[in-house]
């Protein structure tokens, strides 16, 4: 009897054929629909593996449902839909799918400040409905990024890659961190400040802090309060680290300038979510990873992971 591994969504078939020898795979298929909770209960109950991503909440009754559950491999960085505690309790690995997904991540970000600071979806989409009647000089306008300051909130692996991207821009680098990143401060120029006083400074906050009981809504009414007018909020991280009813009040009456959001609090994003009625919000769909590349990096990183385990091996990325 071959292991059975579940996998939550539509993977690529190159990817999913390396399994095939050695387990018995079974895949979500639609790439439109989540898989129905009802339908992921029946499943774990009867695998040995279980592939997830970001979206799928792998609470206690999930973990306690999968008997013979082994492993829980994530595809992605974050881990904070996953109950760890209970995975642990019953000695189910956890796996995630870090480092290759640095690199694409900062580049989303960085399109993100740069569109949502220059106004560029609103602009394109303007001009695809018949909007652009005359050239007008303070039509469109928004704010600079070369040789503005930008504050890191999370200098983790991503942060790090978004700051480096910065300097090309001639930024100022300012970051906050649990600690402090001193290798590279003397090699780049970043400089350390406490959130108070990198809110007040930067002129584009960028939130990557990983989502934990300590970060959630760790930008709130008084954050944002501390910001300046004229600043943006860049969201790539998780949605609950902002707090959406005090951005959507921030952002209404003019307390701070912008905001670009790659997540959200609930995903999908309602199509009614008050923040998508925003002039000056950017909004896209949780892609920071989604390069072809990268996607795919993270698959084989998944597939690894469960091969790791059932060959008597220790995985590489255990949570
Ligand atoms: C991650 O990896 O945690 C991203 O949010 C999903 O790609």
Do not use: C
């Amino acid at each position: 009897m071959k292991p059975k591994i579940f996998i939550t969504r539509k993977m690529d078939d190159r990817v999913v054929a390396t399994l095939q020898d050695k387990f018995d795979v079974r895949m979500w298929e639609s790439e439109s629909e989540p898989v129905p909770r009802a339908v992921l209960l029946r499943e774990v109950s009867e695998v040995d593996a279980l592939w997830t991503v970001v979206s799928d909440r792998v609470d206690r009754e999930l973990i306690e449902t999968g008997k013979k559950l082994r492993i829980v491999a994530n595809m992605a960085v974050g881990y904070n839909n996953i109950d760890l505690e209970a995975a642990k309790e019953h000695g189910v690995l956890v796996t995630n799918t870090p480092n290759v997904l640095t690199e694409t991540t900062a580049d989303l970000t960085f399109a993100l400040l740069l569109a949502t600071a220059r106004k560029l979806i609103l602009a394109e989409s303007e001009l695809r409905n018949g909007n652009w009647k005359s050239w007008s000089p303070m039509q469109f306008t928004g704010m600079d990024v070369g040789g503005a300051t930008l504050g890191i909130v999370g200098m983790g692996r991503i942060g790090e890659a978004v700051a480096r991207r910065a300097k090309g821009f001639n930024m100022h680098v300012l970051y906050h961190n649990r600690n402090r990143k001193h290798d590279a401060e003397a090699e780049h120029g970043f400089e350390y400040r406490e959130l108070d006083q990198l809110l007040e400074e930067a002129d584009f906050v960028v939130v990557l802090t990983p989502y934990t009981p300590d970060t959630v809504g760790l930008i709130s009414e008084r954050e944002l309060g501390l910001m300046k007018r004229t600043a943006v909020l860049i969201n790539v991280s998780r949605g609950g680290i902002v707090d959406e009813a005090a951005l959507y009040n921030a952002l209404t009456d003019n307390t701070i300038w912008a905001a670009g959001l790659d997540v959200f609090e609930t995903e999908p994003v309602p199509p009614d979510h008050p923040l998508l009625s925003l002039p000056n919000v950017t909004v896209l769909p949780h892609i920071g990873s989604a390069s072809i590349k990268t996607r795919l990096a993270m698959m084989n990183l998944n597939a690894q992971a469960i091969m790791d385990v059932f060959e008597g091996r220790e995985p590489k990325n255990i949570v």
